[in-house]
């Protein structure tokens, strides 16, 4: 029934609206007819009561049809305002990151800047080019309306290195300023870092002042040295202040400024050492070379000497041995047993010194490249064993034990025959007699490092460590009691180390004191 409302209104508004018509219609027709004015008065007046009625059932249905659209509108007004709001933080937002954004692509050119000049900072090792290179930067790039650096030489003495934005007077004042300002020592002689970005510090605004800048940073620079001056930027008041950003930039491009600076000076104390070192050594190995050629000269001067006296020397011992022999034959009569005797000494040291002038020959030519060597593929087993058997008097007399060693696969050797059996006579020999009676003597034969290893192994006496170095020398022999007793020219072990070498070959000895020793040897396989 609610929902019908309006029309039952409208209904009952129309009929009053034709009772309303035909009454008045009614009351004009018997206006003249009656005179009952108060019945009239009633019938207006219900009529007018109803029209009241009518009306307000009227506004209070068009009320109820306003009040959900008052609603609607304060809903509506209500988002307005909530938009209006976002309107007004999304605009602030836009202007913050806006800020944010020019002050990051403020930061990141300055990186770059910074970079750019580590790059031009590091190409570099001229002092003065890194003040030039570091200059344009700093005014072009990082945009700073003045900077300057100040650095002191040797003698702790004020210089400008470099300015923009100062005229001469200026600088010279700058200059008076740094020398006798106290409050600058926390920059050169702390070390620390005066900006604008924190201005608290009357003195601060008083550099300032003096500097002719609204905002600064003042740097120090330092290298191994200490703090050697200090890098200055500044604005006037119409540019912005400087930030923390600006200020971390600054102090970084000094500290790079003070390390390229101390590399520079690296280099240079590298190159004069170098070039001083250079110099020095020229003059050492000239000298050596000089030294060289003096020892090869006199080297050439004792073989010559020692060649010519062994050649005059065999002669007339040829001459001595053969007659000596001839005695000792009785080819040309009968001599005294005591004759004879002294003879045979005669004719054994003549076999003695003819041994020693053979060696200082061979010595000699090999020295001086004129031996000549006939290398040939050779069993180096069927060398060994003709040694054992040209020694085997030796052998038999101290009742010593001969091991030979040798693999019947041992690859052949390249060697002149005559030479190495000389090496093999020399080391067994001198093994043979080192060893004690009934004593041991081995040799050896292994590949090794695609040579072959000859070891010949005694258990004799040994070899003083201190000995071991000089034991090839020429005519050095170990001071020992055996020593002392055996004769010797110390020039074996020297010939066999020289005959070695000269088959491309190493020797090489190891020994113990009371335990023995061991001479190896190499030689080029076949």
């Known amino acids: 029934m ?42 207006v007046g219900f ?16 009320s109820k049809q306003i009040n959900p659209l008052k609603h609607s509108l304060n809903k509506l007004k209500k988002s307005f305002d909530q938009l209006d709001e976002q309107a007004r933080l999304i605009v602030k ?17 300055a990186l770059f800047t910074l970079q750019k000049i580590s790059r031009l900072l590091s190409t570099t090792l001229d002092e003065k080019e890194i003040f030039r290179r570091v200059h344009q930067p700093i005014v072009s790039e990082l945009g700073f309306e003045r900077c300057f650096i100040i650095m ?18 200026e600088l010279n004042k700058i200059l008076s300023f740094f020398e006798h300002d106290p409050f600058l020592e926390k920059v050169t002689k702390e070390g620390a870092l005066l900006s604008s970005v924190d201005a608290s510090d009357p003195n601060k605004k008083r550099i300032a002042n003096t500097l002719g800048v609204a905002y600064f940073i003042l740097s120090p620079i330092i290298t191994q040295d200490g703090i050697e001056g200090a890098l200055f930027v500044g604005n006037s008041p119409t540019s912005s202040p400087l930030t923390e950003g600006e200020e971390e930039m600054i102090s970084i491009l000094a500290t790079q400024f003070g390390q390229s600076l101390e590399n520079a000076r690296l280099f240079e104390q590298v190159y004069s050492s170098h070039h001083e070192l250079e110099t020095k050594i020229k003059e050492r190995t000239k000298e050596l070379a000089d030294a060289l050629e003096e020892v090869k000269r006199i080297s050439k ?11 005059e020397l065999r002669t007339p ?12 034959d009785e080819k040309i009569g009968n001599i005294p047993d005591f004759v004879k005797e002294r003879l045979e000494k005669i004719n054994k040291h003549s076999d003695g010194l003819v041994r020693l002038i053979n060696d200082l020959l061979d010595i000699a030519r090999i020295e001086s490249g004129r031996i000549e060597m006939k290398f040939e593929a050779e069993n180096i087993k069927d060398i060994v064993e003709n040694v054992a058997d040209l020694l085997s008097p030796q052998i038999k007399q101290k009742q010593i034990e001969l091991i030979l060693d040798i693999p019947d696969s041992l690859p052949k050797v390249l060697i002149d025959h005559s030479q190495i059996e000389r090496v093999f006579i020399n080391l067994v020999g001198n093994a043979l007699k080192f060893t004690p009676e009934k004593g041991s003597v081995a040799v050896r034969g292994k590949e090794a490092n695609g040579y072959i290893q000859i070891d010949v192994q005694d258990t ?53 004191i009371n335990k023995g020793s061991i001479f190896s040897f190499t030689l080029p396989k076949g």
């Open 460 to 512: 004799g006496i040994g070899i003083p460590e201190d000995a071991k170095d000089k034991i090839f020398s020429e005519f050095y022999r170990v001071d020992n009691l055996i020593n002392q007793s055996l004769k010797g020219s110390g020039l074996g072990l020297t010939l066999v180390k020289y005959i070695v070498e000269a088959h491309q070959g190493k020797i090489w000895v190891e020994s113990q």
């Open 2 to 43: 609610k929902k019908h409302t309006p029309m039952l209104t409208i209904g009952v508004c129309e009929c009053v609206d034709k009772t309303m018509s035909e009454s008045l219609q009614y009351s004009l027709e018997n206006l003249f007819l009656t005179v009952d004015f108060q019945r009239i008065l009633n019938i």
């Open 301 to 311: 001067m004792k073989s010559d000497f020692v060649s010519a006296v062994s050649h």
């Open 152 to 169: 002191r030489d040797q003698q702790k003495k004020l210089s400008l290195k470099i300015s923009h934005g100062y005229q001469e007077a």
């Open 47 to 62: 009529l007018a009561l109803l029209a009241v009625v009518c009306l307000g059932l009227l506004l209070a249905e068009k």
């Open 93 to 109: 937002t836009d202007l913050e990151l806006n800020k944010t954004q020019e002050e990051l692509d403020k930061k990141i050119s």
């Open 317 to 328: 011992l040829t001459s001595i041995k053969g007659y000596a022999s001839i005695l000792i």
